[in-house]
């Protein structure tokens, strides 16, 4: 009897091992099941977001100090909010410059003088440079004397969650169909990886690592962003820089040196050129440097000379730096 009694417990608790086990199975299978459909359901919601918001270009994130210009605009183009954020990877802070709307300059393209909160109406009425916010962009340049390495402008609510996101630690946006939305609101040179980057860099930062500029409180704004970007590699590098204004037009270098000096580059001499050219220069044996690197990418209208070439020019000052930059009238426009 006890013997019949232990077999019948060993074949249940056979059967009750196997059906454990299939039910196992048929759990894991189902959980896989649904994490793939999710998968491809956010792939689904996010793919136009990642094809609307990428750039195709390289990572400018990548970098120990880049910058992001957010812009807040009406429905008629007229700008509401005007911040660059720059970023400092070596120090581990977020600085905000606010620009106001309001505020006057001469315009690039010998435009005129208006206030900076109508580049983007003026821009895309006149068909200004090669994209809609060119005008907008080299105006913000040539305030700050930084480049704007990228830009997001926006309205309303989306504009409102970019800037919960950078300054309240608010990854909302990120959610799949926040995300989707988010790209059909906005015009930005982003791409997904780059927005990715940015929120989980202003995730992890302390509200004392965040510091808000106001331009109204500077009376010279070039000293504070020298701060910012003195630990930057390209200050680190120390390389001087030689301007030479090929012109003959009066005061064109002191832009030139200012754009150099806010970034950390050591200007050497700013002086006339022997010459007049039709064409600007970047004279340096090695264009792969961090001074060098950034120097084309504020001017890109450069053409890159070898030293040994620019001998033939007479310009005997070059000797005077690491590296020169000499102004040609393509690039008159712009300042």
């Known amino acids: ?40 359901a956010i792939k689904t919601l996010i793919a136009p977001a990642v094809s609307a918001l990428g750039s195709g270009s390289s990572d400018a994130f990548d970098r120990d100090i880049y910058s992001l210009l957010l812009v807040e605009k009406d429905q008629k183009n007229a700008i509401k909010t005007l911040n660059l954020v ?5 120090d581990n802070k977020l600085y905000s ?10 315009l690039p393209g010998r435009l005129g003088e208006e206030e900076i909160g109508k580049t983007l109406e003026i821009g895309q009425s006149l068909k200004y440079g090669n994209n809609k916010n060119a005008l907008l962009l080299e105006s ?18 989306s504009f409102n969650n970019v800037q919960k996101s950078v300054f309240n630690k608010d990854l909302g946006f990120l959610l799949p169909w926040q995300y989707k939305k988010l790209s059909q609101d906005v015009e930005t040179n982003l791409s997904p990886r780059e927005i ?24 010279d704004l070039n000293l504070k962003i020298r701060d910012i970007t003195l630990s930057g590699q390209v200050a680190k590098e120390s390389l001087g820089v030689v301007i030479l204004n090929g012109t003959g037009v009066s005061n064109m270098a002191k832009g030139i040196s200012d754009a150099c000096q806010n970034m950390g580059i050591r200007v050497a001499l700013t002086a006339n050129a022997e010459n007049e ?15 060098a690197r950034y120097i084309m990418e504020y001017f890109p209208e450069l053409k890159v000379m070898d030293k040994r070439s620019a001998n033939s020019t007479g310009e005997d000052t070059m000797e005077r730096g690491d590296l020169t930059i000499i102004l040609g009238f393509d690039i008159q426009t712009r300042l």
């Open 277 to 291: 050219y039709q064409n600007s220069y970047l004279i340096t044996d090695d264009a792969t440097t961090a001074t």
């Open 1 to 40: 009897m006890r013997n019949g009694a232990a077999q019948k417990r060993k074949k249940r608790l056979l059967y009750v091992k196997r059906r454990n086990k299939k039910a196992k199975s048929v759990l894991v299978a189902g959980i896989s099941l649904f994490l793939l459909a999710s998968f491809f």
């Open 196 to 219: 990715y980057q940015l929120a989980l860099f202003t995730r992890g930062l302390p509200a004392s690592r965040l510091e808000v500029i106001n331009m109204a409180n500077f009376a």
């Open 86 to 90: 720059v970023v400092q990877r070596v």
């Open 140 to 157: 913000v340049t040539k305030i700050l004397n930084l480049n704007v390495n990228r830009y997001l402008i926006s309205f309303g609510d």
């Open 97 to 106: 410059i606010n620009i106001p709307p309001f505020t006057k300059l001469d």
